[in-house]
T-cell receptor
């Protein structure tokens, strides 16, 4: 257990529905990242936050994807109007600036299945 | 664009043998290279990392080497054990996207006893 938690662990939804995932990072970590992992591939970077600021979002897969970190602690990733191609594992990671900078610790992921 | 290539995609060894996984990266500005182990149904677990000011780093049975000139780095596991069986990913930091990581496609390591 890395200390990064994600909820839910599994989500099954029908095409066209909206889904929201939550990530709670390690408490002293100020950076939070979202990645997507499809079967047989490595994680693919989507977006990241430093405190509450979203510093990179150009890699979100489409305008149906959005993320927030309103108080600089937990974060949510929302997918609107889900498509079957959105089925994947969504991973969250956190890190801190300073000593041990760049070390990212991953949560267990949320597996999304779109029917 | 940024890219990390990883080889081999699958690796089968006998218990006690060594395993080597190799990666190359495209962004010469990258200065941080972690390795992750992922077991079925779990998130990736950081096992070792190396920064660009170091050529080699070792932690018990695991070692990583970095050649910045050639832009490649390798993971070495000695005295493999069945519990080393997992998917291993290399990654490189992508500085144009803050501190995001770009991952290779993974190597499935199988250690048979």
């Amino acid at each position: 257990d890395t200390g990064v938690s994600q909820d839910p662990r599994h989500k099954i939804t029908k095409r066209g529905q909206n889904v929201t995932f939550r990530c709670d990072p390690i408490s002293e970590h100020n950076r939070l990242y979202w990645y997507r992992q499809t079967l047989g591939q490595g994680p693919e970077f989507l977006t990241y936050f430093q405190n509450e600021a979203q510093l990179e979002k150009s890699r979100l897969l489409s305008d149906r994807f959005s993320a927030e970190r309103p108080k600089g602690s937990f974060s949510t990733l929302e997918i609107q109007r889900t498509e079957q191609g959105d089925s994947a594992m969504y991973l969250c990671a956190s890190s801190s600036t300073g000593l041990g900078d760049n070390e990212q610790f991953f949560g267990p992921g949320t597996r999304l299945t779109v029917l | 664009g940024e890219n990390v290539e990883q080889h081999p995609s699958t690796l089968s060894v006998q218990e006690g043998d060594s395993a080597v996984i190799k990666c190359t990266y495209s962004d010469s500005a990258s200065n941080y290279f972690p390795w992750y182990k992922q077991e079925l149904g779990k998130g990736p677990q950081l096992i070792i990392d190396i920064r660009s000011n170091v050529g080699e780093k070792k932690d018990q049975r695991i070692a990583v080497t970095l050649n910045k000139t050639a832009k490649h780095f390798s993971l070495h596991i000695t005295e493999t054990q069945p519990e080393d069986s997992a998917v291993y990913f290399c990654a490189a930091i992508f500085l144009q996207a803050g501190t995001a990581l770009i991952f290779g496609k993974g190597t499935t390591l199988s250690v048979s006893s």
